[in-house]
Every structure is written in structure tokens, then in C-alpha cells.
């Protein structure tokens, strides 16, 4: 997730239980270096093989696994072609089987209901170790129902691990359990990593803004990230909008750590 996913908020939710963290959507041809402290999945997104093979070599010892997203519904994926809307097989197949020839650890895609899901778990057979699944299709983005049926019988169908993401949260999580092999948490852990505590039953983690500034200046994270973050770690909170209101007027990094004092 684009600004939520930073290495300090993996960090966070990696001590409070998460089995895995995902990157943000990266591009094998970005030049920033990437800070990969958490051994997280590293998400790709690509319309081409174009430098896959040196991106994977720089980084593959550092990470857990990769994935590559074939499920962003996002305005800039559409601008861009790639997420949900890379459609073209042929296209997807090189990439996957480049994926693969460059790693020998986990290789994962995510996937949403489309019209080529069916062909999308063949390939998965074919080249990946796992596939993640969002039954709501490309349109529907985040709202609306998602489809369990569709998403039940496509597990029947698989023959590798499948990972179930879409409306997760502490409340169903063992539900979803009982059909599907792992589940990802995301849209419920902006501001609260201790998501992951409470489905792990870890009592020793405490959700703390403070603790996520306290990693966040040890990377190069950029303020309106920090400022983002600050805002998010409201939800729930008693007069969460007035902080918020506050925290829309502050400007340096030194002026939101006196703020969290």
C-alpha cells in the first residue's frame, strides 16, 4: 500500500506478529535504493522483463519472498498499464517466467476476480510457489461486497497455496482460515499494527505513534509520509479529528516530534 507500507511500519507490524509484509508496488526499473530491513515480500510491478533480472539480483538475498501484482486498481496502474490492468497473457507469462528464472525463493502473484483469473492460476501452477487472491474485480476497486463463492471455488481449483485478502480483520480472520491457507491484513492495519497482536495474541505490543517516529527517522521517509502516518494513528482515538487538525498544520519533522511528546 503506497505511502501506509514504509520500512518502519512493516518493522512495527513485523514486532507485533505479522507473519509477512509486503513492499509497496516497486518498479524493477527504480533507481531509489530500498530499504528492506524487514526481509519483506517484494512487490513488483512491470508491463515488460525490462531489467528484472538486475533488480532481482540486487536485492534477492535481502527479501523473503517476491510477488508480482496483477491486482492494483489504482488510477495511476490504469495510466500506467500495469497492475489489473496488464491483461495481455503473453506479456504476463514472460515476466512471471523471468520472475522465476532470477530466484529461488517464494514466487508469488495477486490476482483479483477477472474475466482471466482462470488463466492467471495456470500460470501460477506453471511458475509460482503461491497466489494471493482479492475477489472484487477490477471496477469495484475497494467497495462493494467482495465475492467469497467466486473466491472459495477458485481455491478448490488451486493446487498451491492461496492467500486470501479482502476485508480482513481480527473479527473473521479464523473464518477465512477454514478454506484458505494464509490471509493478508491491509486495509484494517493503516494506523493500527497491533492488528497483527491481537490475532497473534501478542500482549507485549503496544500501538504507539511514537514508536513508529522513534524507527521512521532512522530511514530516509519522507515527511508527508510521517505527517500520513500520524493522521492514520488517530483512528480510534478520543477527538481524533482536532489531532488531525493539528497535525495538518505542522511542518517540520521537529515540530511533529514535540507534537507526539
Known sequence: MEEINDPAFRILCKRAGAGLTWTPLTSPLTKKPLVLKDRPVLQLFATSTKNIPEFMKKY???????????????????????GAYLTDLKVIEEIIKEMKQNTKKPLIIKIRKSPIDKQLLELAHKYCDAI?????????????????????????????????????????????????DYVMIGRAAIGHPEIFAKVTNNKRFKRSY???????KKFDIPFRTLKFQAMQFTKGDRDSRQLRNKIFTIKTVDCLDGFVR
Open 60 to 82: 534477492d538475498e535481502q527479501v523473503a519472498a517476491w510477488d508480482f501484482n496483477l491486482g492494483c486498481p489504482a488510477t495511476n496502474a490504469k495510466k500506467r498499464g500495469f
Open 210 to 216: 511514537k514508536n513508529y517516529l522513534k524507527l521512521a
Open 132 to 180: 494471493a487472491i482479492h475477489p472484487r474485480t477490477r471496477i469495484q476497486g475497494y467497495s462493494g461486497e467482495p465475492d467469497i463463492k467466486w473466491a472459495k471455488q477458485f481455491k478448490k481449483k488451486a493446487k498451491i497455496p492461496v492467500i486470501y485478502s479482502g476485508n480482513v480483520d481480527e473479527k473473521n480472520y479464523k473464518e477465512f482460515l477454514e478454506t484458505f
